[in-house]
């Protein structure tokens, strides 16, 4: 599988341009799925209006309005309820996953649940994350991002990356996501770790990682 890994969607020319080669066609001969999930775990977007802004294209951060050739939706917390013969099929047929923010920890417990995480390995489809979305790909997302609380407690998420990712650098709206912050948090990670902005994004392709970025953003090394 590709990942995309962004802070807050497809903010610019280059990340667009970035998904478009991953994709390897035009967005709008594309299929996509999105997945609201992450979502309903964090109290500032969902369940509710936000949850539908995102599964309508009427996001603030452009992923579902790009102009695909279809968009359905995968909700994860109904799919242990139904035969896998329903799903898994339409996951394995479509051009790309679009996973919306929300909380990390929330949206990693259901991914399991749901066997989605044992699917992505598998598809030949791209991941594009968003926030929690993105992070939920790394080892562990770190204390300082820990809202909902899974069964098992802890911060592990699917390790399907080997790095780990700090959204929203230096956003206006978190005054707490600073790059001293930023250090600090890394400094509790199991191995590298990004910083990033919204204007950011990680490509991840056969695990090789390449920035794009039209913003700013840091490594830490471990």
Known sequence: ?????????????????????????????????????????????????????????????????????????????????????????????TDVLLVSGGDALYLCHWMRQSGLADLLPSLNSVYVGMSAGSMVMAPNIGEY????????GGDETLRLVDFS????????????????TAERWAAEMQGPAYAIDDQTAIKVIDGEVEVVSEGHWKLFSP
């Open 165 to 180: 990712i700090f959204p929203h650098l230096d956003h206006e709206m978190l005054p707490g996501n600073t790059i001293a």
């Open 145 to 152: 991002f820990v809202g909902w609380t899974p069964p098992e």
């Open 1 to 93: 599988m590709k990942f995309l890994l962004t802070s807050g969607g497809i903010n610019n020319k280059s990340i667009l341009d970035a998904l478009v080669d991953m994709l390897g066609k035009p967005i709008a001969d594309s299929n996509a799925l999105c997945i609201p999930t992450a979502m309903y775990g964090h109290p500032w977007v969902g369940p509710g209006v936000k949850a539908w802004q995102f599964i309508s294209g009427k996001e603030e951060n452009p992923m579902v309005s790009l102009g695909w050739k279809s968009v359905g939706v995968l909700e994860l917390t109904a799919l242990p309820s139904i035969d896998e013969n329903r799903w898994k099929p339409l996951v394995q047929e």
